[in-house]
């Protein structure tokens, strides 16, 4: 089996998709990784540490693409590598694909291409072990973020999120109480900020409440709660996530309408379509635009800029499945997990997901 590691094409995006540590276990196992030219870079791999660990460095994407039985990905493919893909390739990533366009999947279908979906492997109490470390780095870093965005000289409003003597700290509103509005809540809280966390399910919101022992104001996401919060927030969070669908407009228009002018959104969930009516995708190099007002900040790949934490996380979760693709092929990994097999979005030439085969068919509707 030939394990290929491309090279990241997409804006900002600095991780890599397999770290030397990994490539070492599987060479050291009989398996052939090759790495594309400077992969690793913006990680702090450099080919060399490739080399070292036994594996080939290749010099195009054409190449990496042409070799591969195993493509270890991070971003969805932009559509140069669609055109590279060869027949009954296996490819993994966080490809988010209800979000992506109809013609990439109709791609993947004629070149019976297996798609896994980093984020939707599923285990059987519901929970998502590769989506879970990228997701809490992804709400780790939202804090961050929005100190920056609340200052003047980034067009905010001029204000510190916890506040000072005197002076009230700013009001988060954060929709989805998962594993990044929780993250994003703790960091948020460890600045002082007044946090408020909304969602749908109400035993979630008692264990929110126990773990942050009463700090956050918990609410349900009934659409007139939404409302409310909306009015007064300084920073409204996005955080919904339904795996494998489109995440749910939450936020409607005439919601941002009402905001505060300068305040700042951050939709987390804009990777699978976002959760609020006026979000649309942004990049790195351009993350902001004003709508109703409002600084909207919606970056797909939004830790790809952490490329050293978030590769490291990647890895941690991926690795297991890697390696039983890797040891025992891919059609007995299926048979073997059904953690994996929740994950696959296509697989000789069907689309096993009903919320993608659902978006499809819309897409193809008059």
Known sequence: MNICIPKERRDSEYRVGLTPVGVRLLCDAGRTCYIEHEAGLGSGFSDYDYQQAGGQIVYSGEEIYGRADLLLKVARPIQIEF???????????????????????????????????YEIIQDDEGNLP???????????????????????????KGILLGGVPGVPPAEIVILGGGTAGSAAARNFLGLGATVHILDHNLERLRQLDQVFQGRVVTMVSHPFNIERVCRFADILVGAVLIPGARAPVLVTRGMVRAMRPRSVIIDLSIDQGGCIETSRPTTHSNPTYIEEGVIHYCVPNMTGVLGRTATHALNNASWPFIQMIAEIGLERALEESASLKRGLYTHQGQILQTALQDALQGRRQP
């Open 83 to 117: 055109d590279w893909m060869r027949q009954g390739q296996t490819i993994a990533g966080f490809l988010h694909l209800v979000a992506g366009q109809s013609g990439k999947i109709e791609a993947l279908l004629e070149k019976r291409i297996t798609a896994i979906g």
């Open 130 to 156: 590769v989506m879970t470390p990228v997701s809490q780095a992804g709400g780790r870093m939202v804090p961050q973020v929005a100190a920056t965005l609340t200052q003047n000289n980034f067009g905010g």
